[in-house]
Nanobody, 127 residues
Framework: QVQLVEYGGGLVQAGGSLRLSCAAS????????MGWFRQGPEKEREFVAG????????DYSDSLKGRCTISRDLGTNTAYLQINNLKPEDTGVYFC????????????????????WGQGTLVTVSS
């Protein structure tokens, strides 16, 4: 069974950059792709970016497109999320998730497309 652990959250000033990591272990052969979501204070969980494992094909939310890049390292079964020009509204808990039930069907942005979630890492952007 796949397990995910996120790293890299913290406090950063507006305009700064952050690189989040998500390390997968256990049953990684079953991963078809991974995604990043975030949840701000009193907000619903929202899609940030997704990537297929074998393509790779990438997908981004409109709100962060141009400011973030998702990538993956098949050798270490790790997904990364680079976010640049951070804004206070980017504050929240960032979660990574893995899809193990087959290839994406254009549904990178759906919570239901993912079967395994990490515990999240907190990103706080100060103004």
């Amino acid at each position: 069974q796949v397990q995910l652990v996120e790293y890299g959250g913290g406090l950063v000033q507006a305009g700064g950059s952050l690189r989040l990591s998500c390390a997968a272990s256990g049953g990684t052969f079953s991963i078809y792709g991974m995604g990043w979501f975030r949840q701000g204070p009193e907000k619903e969980r929202e899609f940030v970016a997704g990537i297929s494992w074998r393509g790779p094909v990438e997908d981004y939310s409109d709100s962060l497109k141009g400011r973030c890049t998702i990538s993956r390292d098949l050798g270490t079964n790790t997904a990364y999320l680079q976010i640049n020009n951070l804004k206070p509204e980017d504050t929240g808990v960032y979660f990574c998730a893995a899809r193990t039930s087959g290839y994406f069907r254009g549904n990178y942005d759906r919570v239901s497309a993912y079967s395994t979630w990490g515990q999240g890492t907190l990103v706080t952007v100060s103004s």
